[in-house]
């Protein structure tokens, strides 16, 4: 009992089965394809990646539990290729003799260096190992190419707070792994605070509550009681002074002040969410956003600082950060707009969604087409001085004019080379 109560909170409570399982319902809801494999026992090699306490580990753990063979863990952090090479040879041989699947799941997968990453492809390819690969990072970006081919990779969004507040009160309520045996009153306010301030990540609210529980003394009824102000101190993150509707209200000031070149707004809508207790990493991704949508090619170093405060946001943290962001926000609002590439990425998808012309002229290919009507070749515009006009685009949208120049900042000296 004594090293059960060692154990956090978020690990004693970890789902075993899909039932108690939260979130993820675009890829474990009844009927989707990773559930279906999963219970059929034919999930192939994957890869879990998305933000922290987002249900990877424990998903992984609830295919262990269902599916019928040997499970193996290693951390890429503190694992290398002769832990992975013993696990394989063993994996390799129950399979022979006993006809057992081995699953290994790889925590924080993105760390394995390409020579790590090698040494298990034969055994997926083989079928000697089920991988399942646990991750933060994109993979496309951050793991090799080889292991990520072999692999089906699953997003993992960041939990809602319904999701999060519904898991604390499973923990409050349990009395075998939970909280269930203390005289414990949570209120509503105090859930929904851990739940928010916890930032989609499910581990961080339920050690959160634990704590609380833990430090906070009994009342004169000898009970625990939590309030929103206790939900606080144990996370280290003030509630917002605004609530949900509000808050949603100022980031449509924000970015529509951005939009509106008024920069005193949008510095003040940016600083009161921030004094709120909203992520300054929320105002910096919507800053990127803006500086394609509504300055765009009128100002393309918008689009450059705004990418950098989101940089410094995460490098630098609170308060320095806040200058960059600053920074970058007056920059914004200062510059010249133009919505030339808003109007033109919606004209291009349009044509993309319902056209669909996969005719790629046969001089663009990238193999010779040996059925082309045209003898018309591939001209190398270097060869003609940088550029010589020929047709990219297939026949049905040779005419297409998706971009067209704003009369607005230095877009609007900007002669395209297409009508020269």
Do not use: W
């Given at each position: 009992?004594?090293?059960?109560?060692?154990?956090?909170?978020?690990?004693?409570?970890?789902?075993?089965?899909?039932?108690?399982?939260?979130?993820?319902?675009?890829?474990?809801?009844?009927?989707?394809?990773?559930?279906?494999?999963?219970?059929?026992?034919?999930?192939?090699?994957?890869?879990?990646?998305?933000?922290?306490?987002?249900?990877?580990?424990?998903?992984?753990?609830?295919?262990?539990?269902?599916?019928?063979?040997?499970?193996?863990?290693?951390?890429?952090?503190?694992?290398?290729?002769?832990?992975?090479?013993?696990?394989?040879?063993?994996?390799?041989?129950?399979?022979?003799?006993?006809g057992t699947q081995t699953y290994l799941l790889l925590d924080e997968c993105h760390r394995w260096?390409?020579?790590?990453?090698?040494?298990?492809?034969?055994?997926?390819?083989?079928?000697?190992?089920?991988f399942i690969g646990s991750t933060t990072e994109n993979p496309f970006v951050s793991m090799t190419r080889a292991i990520v081919s072999r692999c089906r990779v699953f997003e993992f969004k960041t939990l809602e707070t319904a999701d999060i507040v519904l898991a604390l009160e499973r923990a409050v309520k349990d009395k075998e792994n939970g909280l269930g045996n203390f005289p414990l009153k949570v209120e509503k306010e105090a859930l929904n605070h851990f739940a928010w301030a916890s930032g989609g990540d499910v581990r961080m609210a339920l050690n959160a509550l634990e704590l609380a529980v833990l430090t906070t003394p009994f009342n004169k009824e000898k009970q625990i009681i939590i309030s929103k102000e206790v939900a606080e101190q144990s996370i280290q993150k003030k509630a917002f002074s605004i609530d949900e509707t509000q808050y949603f209200d100022m980031l449509s000031a924000f970015c529509k002040s951005i939009r509106g070149s008024d920069t005193e707004a949008g510095l003040y809508y940016s600083q009161r969410m921030i004094c709120a207790g909203v992520d300054p990493r929320i105002i910096a991704r919507r800053l990127i956003a803006h500086a394609s949508e509504d300055i765009g090619m009128a100002d393309s170093n918008a689009l450059l600082l705004a990418t950098s405060a989101l940089i410094a946001v995460e490098k630098l943290g609170m308060p320095e950060c806040l200058l960059p962001l600053s920074h970058a926000i007056i920059y914004a609002c200062e510059a010249e707009k133009s919505n030339s590439v808003y109007l033109a990425l919606n004209s291009a998808r349009s044509d993309a969604e319902n056209i669909k012309d996969d005719n790629v002229p046969h001089y663009l290919k990238n193999h010779k087409d040996q059925n082309a009507k045209s003898n018309a070749k591939y001209k190398y515009p270097h060869e003609f001085g940088g550029f010589v006009k020929q047709q990219y685009l297939p026949n049905t949208l040779k005419d297409r004019i998706y971009y067209t120049p704003s009369q607005n900042g230095k877009e609007k000296n900007l002669v395209r080379k297409k009508f020269k």
């Open positions: 009992m004594e090293n059960q109560k060692r154990v956090p909170l978020a690990q004693r409570m970890r789902p075993a089965n899909f039932e108690n399982f939260v979130g993820q319902k675009h890829i474990i809801g009844k009927g989707c394809l990773l559930r279906r494999a999963i219970e059929i026992g034919e999930l192939g090699s994957c890869i879990f990646y998305g933000p922290p306490g987002s249900g990877k580990t424990t998903l992984a753990n609830i295919v262990a539990n269902l599916m019928k063979g040997d499970f193996k863990v290693l951390n890429a952090v503190s694992s290398g290729v002769a832990d992975a090479k013993a696990i394989i040879e063993q994996a390799t041989k129950n399979k022979q003799l006993f260096s390409k020579a790590q990453s090698d040494c298990v492809l034969s055994a997926i390819e083989e079928g000697n190992i089920i």
